[in-house]
């Protein structure tokens, strides 16, 4: 597979480690909770998707190397228990922390199985979302990217 689906593959990976304990606040770790592609009235909370890519290349480092920028879409779901405003951005938020727990953990995205780093670094830019008529009662919301840097000689 490519170089970006090794990543999309690895970044749900990691996703898929939220689980409910120690620091996480949610459980995600169900097969059906990290989804490919955007979903608009999610059938199941917790949820989380990753849709979209887009690359950027520069120079990179070093001579015959590029530096690729790959940005992915992040669009998740979680349960509320006070449907006023400041409990959906809580909620909200408790998502953003699990989320950046889980990806700061590998900021690399090392794979022990290959043996390899797919990436130099990522990062996280998440926003919460409340215009409390999104959906129905009881769903907190949260968007934005995930921002994952590699080197890579050109083909």
Known sequence: PSRQRQI???????????????SYTYDLSGSDQIVRGRIVEPTRIPL????????????????????????????????????????????ALDLVGD???????????????????????????LLTIDDGSEFSSGVAMLEGSIVVTYNERPS
Not at 8 to 22: H, K, V
Not at 50 to 63: L, N, V
Not at 72 to 78: I, P, T
Not at 115 to 122: F, P, V, W
């Open 8 to 22: 999309l593959d690895r970044l749900i990976a990691l996703l898929q480690g939220i689980n409910g304990s120690g």
């Open 48 to 91: 989380i998707c990753i849709y979209g890519a887009r690359e950027s290349s520069t120079d990179g480092p070093s001579m015959g190397r590029l530096q690729r920028e790959l940005t992915v879409g992040v669009l998740g779901f979680v349960a509320t228990t006070s449907d006023d405003g400041s409990g959906r951005v809580n909620a």
């Open 99 to 125: 989320i950046r727990t889980a990806i700061e953990a590998n900021r690399t995205l090392y794979d022990s199985g290959a043996g390899n780093a797919l990436a130099t670094n990522t990062d996280t830019e």
